[in-house]
C-alpha cells in the first residue's frame, strides 16, 4: 500500500513538473489546435466570431446597469417618481436584452464545446484503435494508463473547461477595458500635499484598484499552488479506482465463480484509501484557498465604498455617481481577479490536459520508436508473388528488448495443417506477429494477398449486442442471414441459441467458456477463410467436442490452412505438421518435428 502511495505522489509530482514546462501551451496547441483548420473550419470559425460577439453583448449589460445605476439613485436622492419609473422601464430592457444574450452564448459555446470534443475524441480513437495500438501500448512503460478513462473524461474537461475558461478571461479583459475608463473618469483628481507642495493624482482609484487586485492575486496564487499538485493526485487516484471497477464488470462471472469477492473488495478498499488521500489533499489545499477567497469577497464588496465615501460626505459626488463608482470599482477589481476565481478549476483542467497529452504522445512514441523505424520491427505485408506463409529471420522480442524467439525462416504451404506447441508466451506472441499486433523483434512476414485470414483467440471476443452481430463482427449483422446463423449454431452444438439471434445481451457473461468457445467456430464457418488461426481454441471443450469440432472444420474447409496452437494429445490426429518452440537456457527456439524420411522445412539460428 506506502509503494502504490509512493508511487502516485512520485507521479503526481511528475505531472506538477511537467505543467510548469514552457512547452505544455505549445503540445496542447499541436494535439488540439486542429480544429480550428479541419474539414469544418468554415463553421468553427464563425461559431468561435459568434461567441466573441456574444461575450462583447455580454460585457456590455454590467456597463449598461452601472449607468443605470447612477441615473436610479440620483432619482431616489432627489424624490423623483418620474425619473424612478423610467429606470424601471430601463430596466425591463436591459433583463429582456441580457437573455437574449445569454441563451445565444450558451447554445453557440455548447455547440463550440461539443464539436471539439467531438473532434479530438475521433483523432485520439482514430490513433489508439489502429494496427492493434489499443493493445501494444499497454506494454510502454509511462503515464498513459486506464485510456478509456482519459478519451471519455479527460477529453471532456479538455474541451469544455477551455473553452470556459477562455470565454471567462475574454469577459474578464473587455470587462477591465470597458470599466477602467469608467473608473478613471469617476475617480476625479486627488489633491495631496508633499512637503508642502501640492500634487494632483488623476485617476486615483483606478491605481487603488490595481494595487488591491495585484496584491490579492500574489497572495492567491501563492497559497493556491499546493492545489495543482493536489488536484492531479486526486485525479490519479480516481482514474485508478475507476478502472478497478471496470475490471470486476468485465470478469464477473470469473470472480463469482472463484468466491473472489472479498478479494476484490480488499483491493478496491486499497484504491478508494488513495482516492479519500487524494479528496482530503485536495480539501486542505482547498481550505487554505476558501480562507483568502472569504476574506477577499468581502472586502471587495465594501472596500470601494469605503474608499469612495469621504468625496461623497464631503458633497463632491452625488449618491448615483458614489453607487456608479463602487461599481466600477468592484467590476475593475474583479476583472483582475480571474486568477483567483478560476484557479481551482484551471489546475483541474490542466490535469486533465497532461492525461490527454501523455496518452497522444505514448501512441506518438510508439509509431516513431517501433513502427516506423526500418528494420527496427517485425514487417508484416501480404504479395501476390508469395502463396505461402512466409517468414524471413523473423526474431521476437519483448517490448524492453529481451527475446522471446530466436531468430528462424519457416514456410507453411497453403492446405498445410500446422501445430504449434511449447512455450505459451512465445507460441501466442508468433501469432500476434502474424496479425501484425506484435510489432517487436525483427524480420519479415508475407501473408498471400487476396486470402480471407481468421484468428480464433482462447476466449472470443463477444460484443454486447444481438447474436447475430456477435456472429458476424466485425462485419455488419445484416450480413449474416438467419439461414446461414441457425446452420452455424446447429453444426457447432448451438441449437438452444437459434430463437435468439435478435436477442442483445451480455453473452460474454451469459454464456459459459465452453459455449463462447463453440461460438467462435460458428463464427469461423459463416466467415469461411482461407487461413485458420486457433489459439488454445479448444481447451475448455471435452475431448469429443474438441474432435466434433476439429472435424468439422477439415470437412467444411478442406482447403483452408491451419495453424493450431494447442497441448491436447488429440490435435496432433488433426494436423500433419508440428513445430515445437523450445525453451532452452532461457531463450526459444524454433524447431520442426518430422518424420525420418521428410526433408526440413523450417531452421531456426541462435
Request: net charge negative.
Amino acid at each position: 500500500m506506502s509503494s502504490m502511495t509512493d508511487s502516485r505522489a512520485k507521479a503526481g509530482g511528475d505531472a506538477g513538473d511537467r505543467q510548469g514546462s514552457p512547452g505544455f501551451t505549445r503540445r496542447f496547441l499541436q494535439l488540439a489546435g486542429g480544429y480550428w483548420h479541419g474539414r469544418n473550419r468554415v463553421t468553427v470559425w464563425l461559431l468561435t466570431v459568434a461567441l466573441v460577439a456574444l461575450t462583447i453583448g455580454q460585457v456590455s449589460v454590467p456597463v449598461l446597469i452601472n449607468l443605470w445605476s447612477e441615473r436610479l439613485f440620483d432619482a431616489l436622492e432627489y424624490r423623483s417618481m418620474d425619473r424612478f419609473v423610467t429606470m424601471i422601464g430601463a430596466v425591463g430592457l436591459i433583463i429582456l436584452y441580457n437573455i437574449v444574450i445569454v441563451v445565444l452564448h450558451l447554445r453557440v459555446k455548447r455547440r463550440l464545446q461539443m464539436g471539439w470534443r467531438d473532434w479530438l475524441t475521433r483523432k485520439l480513437l482514430e490513433d489508439w484503435l489502429r494496427r492493434g495500438r489499443h493493445h501494444q501500448i499497454a506494454y510502454l512503460p509511462g503515464e498513459h494508463d486506464n485510456p478509456d478513462g482519459r478519451i471519455a473524461e479527460d477529453i471532456r474537461i479538455t474541451t469544455e473547461v477551455a473553452i470556459d475558461l477562455g470565454h471567462s478571461l475574454t469577459y474578464c479583459g473587455l470587462l477591465l477595458v470597458s470599466f477602467t475608463n469608467i473608473l478613471w473618469m469617476l475617480s476625479g483628481d486627488l489633491t495631496l500635499t508633499v512637503l508642502g507642495v501640492e500634487l494632483s493624482v488623476p485617476g486615483h482609484l483606478l491605481f487603488v484598484a490595481l494595487i488591491y487586485a495585484a496584491v490579492g492575486t500574489t497572495i492567491a496564487m501563492l497559497i493556491g499552488q499546493p492545489l495543482v499538485n493536489a488536484v492531479n493526485r486526486r485525479q490519479g487516484f480516481e482514474a485508478d479506482f475507476r478502472f478497478a471497477l471496470g475490471r470486476i464488470r468485465e470478469n464477473g462471472q470469473t470472480i463469482a465463480l472463484l468466491h473472489g469477492e472479498s478479494a476484490e473488495r480488499g483491493h478496491l478498499a486499497v484504491l478508494f484509501g488513495g482516492v479519500m488521500r487524494g479528496w482530503n489533499g485536495q480539501t486542505r489545499a482547498l481550505s487554505h484557498m476558501m480562507v483568502f477567497s472569504a476574506t477577499y469577497s468581502v472586502m471587495s464588496a465594501s472596500f470601494p465604498i469605503l474608499v469612495a465615501a469621504p468625496r461623497y460626505i464631503a458633497g463632491a459626488i452625488s449618491l448615483g455617481v458614489l453607487m456608479q463608482t463602487a461599481q466600477a470599482f468592484q467590476q475593475t477589481v474583479g476583472a483582475l481577479s480571474w486568477p483567483i476565481d478560476n484557479l481551482p478549476r484551471a489546475a483541474e483542467w490542466r490535469a486533465s490536459v497532461e492525461r490527454v497529452l501523455n496518452l497522444h504522445e505514448a501512441l506518438v512514441r510508439l509509431d516513431r520508436d517501433v513502427c516506423e523505424v526500418p528494420d527496427g520491427h517485425i514487417q508484416v505485408d501480404r504479395s501476390d508473388e508469395h502463396h505461402s506463409l512466409v517468414f524471413r529471420g523473423v526474431a521476437i522480442d519483448e517490448p524492453s528488448g529481451g527475446p522471446v524467439l530466436h531468430p528462424f525462416d519457416l514456410e507453411v504451404r497453403p492446405g498445410d495443417r500446422v501445430l504449434i506447441v511449447g512455450d505459451p508466451a512465445a507460441t501466442i506472441r508468433l501469432f500476434r506477429a502474424v496479425a501484425g499486433a506484435w510489432p517487436w523483434g525483427r524480420g519479415h512476414i508475407t501473408l498471400p494477398a487476396h486470402t480471407r485470414v481468421f484468428f480464433m483467440p482462447e476466449r472470443p471476443y463477444l460484443p454486447h449486442d444481438s447474436l447475430r452481430a456477435v456472429l458476424a463482427y466485425p462485419g455488419p449483422a445484416a450480413s449474416v442471414g438467419d439461414a446461414k446463423a441457425a446452420d452455424a449454431l446447429e453444426r457447432v452444438g448451438l441449437p438452444n441459441l437459434v430463437d435468439r439471434l435478435d436477442s442483445a445481451d451480455r453473452w460474454d457473461e451469459v454464456l459459459s467458456v465452453p459455449e463462447r468457445q463453440r461460438l467462435g467456430f460458428a463464427r469461423l464457418l459463416i466467415r469461411r477463410p482461407d487461413w485458420i488461426f486457433l489459439e488454445d481454441a479448444t481447451d475448455s471443450l471435452d475431448t469429443a467436442a474438441e474432435e466434433e469440432l476439429l472435424t468439422l472444420v477439415e470437412t467444411e474447409l478442406p482447403s483452408a490452412t491451419l495453424l493450431t496452437i494447442g497441448h491436447h494429445a488429440g490435435l496432433a490426429a488433426h494436423h500433419g505438421r508440428k513445430l515445437v518452440l523450445e525453451r532452452t537456457n532461457g531463450a526459444v527456439t524454433l524447431r520442426e518435428e518430422f518424420p525420418d524420411d521428410a526433408p526440413p522445412l523450417a531452421e531456426s539460428a541462435a
